[in-house]
């Protein structure tokens, strides 16, 4: 089975300073890493996604993330935030084979401020 | 092209009623999910539909089913609820056979059980 775990429940920044979102995930299979954001009030939606080759991908809204296969880390960052990013981030994977569902993590909340 | 969505947006029940959800995918996309996220928590997979057969179920009771119609439109069922059924249900649809199968959700159903 998989599992996600996010380490931060929350994240407080200042606007424009940068920010790393942490999760970790454990899977005896290969999987698929996807990350999410859901604003108030909202259902979620995808920021970036990785599926193989290079290990950084770049997603929407000047996120990304690096996929880091030998600590079993797949982390987001931001270079510099904006009050709008304020939202829950979640993280999530699925195996790669088969049947395929998502799993997540119990989301980090970024919370920036002026 | 439109999203995912998702009908009614609110709902109010009280316990032993039953209730029914509604999801329209994307167009083009044949596979449906379900997933519960109870207030503070990441997203749990309910149910998935691939060309209105069953593909895999979450660990939910019996009182929840569900079903997917020849348009891939899809419902989800909960009988005799619990006021721990209170969640934001969320559908998200996908495209089976492109390999990474990459989920898309829609707003979400806001469930309240009194």
């Known amino acids: 089975a998989q599992s996600v775990t996010q380490l931060d429940s929350q994240v407080p920044v200042f606007e424009e300073a940068p920010v790393e979102l942490r999760c970790n995930y454990s899977s005896s299979v290969s999987v698929y890493l996807f990350w999410y954001v859901q604003y108030p009030n909202q259902g979620l939606q995808l920021l970036l996604k990785y599926l193989s080759g290079s290990t950084l991908v770049k997603g929407i809204n000047g996120f990304e993330a690096e996929f880091n296969k030998s600590q079993t880390s797949f982390h987001l960052r931001k270079p510099s935030v904006h009050i709008s990013d304020t939202a829950e981030y979640f993280c999530a994977v699925k195996k790669n084979t088969g049947f395929q569902k998502l799993v997540f993590g119990t989301g980090t909340r970024l919370l920036v401020s002026p | 092209d439109a999203g995912v969505t998702q009908s009614p947006t609110h709902l109010i029940k009280t316990r032993g009623q039953q209730v029914t959800l509604r999801c329209s995918p994307i167009?083009?996309?044949?596979?449906v999910s379900w997933y519960q996220q109870v207030l503070g928590q990441g997203p749990q997979f309910i149910f998935q539909y691939y060309e209105k057969e069953e593909r895999g179920r979450g660990n939910f009771p019996d009182r929840f089913s569900a079903r997917q119609f020849p348009n891939y439109s899809s419902e989800l069922n909960v009988n005799a609820l619990l006021l721990g059924d209170s969640a934001l249900y969320l559908c998200?649809?996908?495209?089976?056979?492109?390999?990474?199968?990459?989920?898309?959700f829609g707003p979400g159903t806001r469930l309240l059980v009194l």
């Open positions: 167009s083009g996309h044949k596979s």
């Open positions: 998200a649809s996908s495209f089976p056979g492109t390999g990474e199968e990459t989920q898309y």
